[in-house]
């Protein structure tokens, strides 16, 4: 054989030996791009439940509470010690609760070494009070937003909003609910004890380095940081033991960037009763609830006595591409939590028929339209600019919104002081889970949604409210756009530059 022969025998051999091990090394990685938990956590440690917060009534009976945001120490494990941010402690927060109808006052304190903010996501409330990314929260200083309850009972939350930093801040832990009542939602017999057949869960996706919180994004994770394990209040591998046959469970998807489809790992069906804004018009039945990072739902499920079932996450069928489907988190199963119930369970009454009619507009008195293209570099291609003005929008009128994605990933779509109608889908009809009060909707790729929106805060022409994508990492990089609300024939002002409080 000659010389030439043979060194083109052996580059040729060189070169099948370097495609399949190129070959072999991807689909090494899209092979590990695949998380399940599912029967592996074992359910070792009972879920802990936030601490309803403690409010005091003021003479001019304003229910006032108190929040101090913190850092400190959590052992999600026994013996290992986490660096963790909190609300009145060292992870998450307490649950505010009000009714509607009342006036409420938060005095926030920052105690942490750096500057944040505390937004009221879901909640219609003054511009000033929202606690976006204008009202920044200095180190050492006090904030006090104020505001008067008036919209129906929901599920909110609150979490910090400064521009850039968001995504770290919600990680780090600072995060807690706001539930609201009104006087038609504890007429109508639905599991409401706290703690007992009315459960909260605040879901988290996380990653451990050590017995730290690895926040690093996957190079191939376009959507922003995805976790190999999910918390529900601070808790690893929980279950909760239930002693009443109806439990209503008010999911809240804290994540970061992962979007979740619940359901439970006997495929039991459970009722939805309510989505980000409040109730529905009637419970929904259904196997599996979908939810993107900021949305809420609440649902209700049965359980027989002695029984143990699990929720679970499975894999997301949005009709995504083989490399969004694997390495955002689409084809990821999770054990969340599991259901252990007594031997011996408390009769619960069916639920009502019928909750009652929603108070949302149907866009066909809409003033104008508005439309809006969901880009990782911005929204309708500028990214955010604190000191611009988007959009002017007319005090009580309403709009419709079209937002689009045709970005190639995920996106979803949250408005701040307002809940809206999902008018459509792609042009169809939406699904049950989005015909409730919403405040964030979420957009798959090759996803245009129309949005009836109802305008009624206060005017302010110079303090905004925020439009954004909730995936966090995406809303830090300059997916977020600002609005504000005038009086008619007002013009708009100029943001205030951003400053930190002291008192209010």
Known sequence: MSGFKRVLIILLSLGIVLTLAIGGGLLWVYSGAKVSTVGRGGFRNELAVPPLAKSSVDPDGTRVFDLKMQSGETEFTAGRKTPTWGFNG??????????????????????????????WHGMRLPAKMDGGPHQMVAPGTAWSPHWKIDQPAATLWYHPHPHGETEDHVQRGLAGMFILDDAKSLGLGLPDTYGVNDLPLIVQDVKFDGARFDHGHGVLQTVGFLGDRTMVNGTLDPYRVVEDELVRLRLLNASTARTYDFGFDDSRAFSLIATDGGLLEKAAPMDRIQLSPGE???????????????????PLSIGQDFYNQRFNGGDDTFDILELRASKHLRHSPALPAAFGKLDLPDGSQAARGRFFNLQVSGINGKPMSMGRIDDTITRGTTEVWTVRNTNGMPHNFHVHGVQFKVLSVNGREPEPALRGAKDTVFLPD???????????????PNAPYMYHCHLLYHED???????????KGQRAGRPSAVHAHQGH
């Open 90 to 119: 060292s992870y998450l927060g307490p649950t505010l609760r009000a009714e509607r109808g009342e006036k409420v006052r938060v005095r926030v304190r920052n105690t942490l070494d750096e500057a944040s903010t505390v937004h």
């Open 296 to 314: 809420r739902a609440e649902i209700v499920v049965r359980v027989r006595p002695g029984e143990r079932t699990v929720l679970r996450n499975y």
């Open 446 to 460: 090759r996803t245009t949604v129309k949005l009836a929106i109802r305008f009624d805060g206060p005017a302010d």
């Open 477 to 487: 990089q300059g997916m977020m756009g600002q609005f504000v609300v005038v009086a």
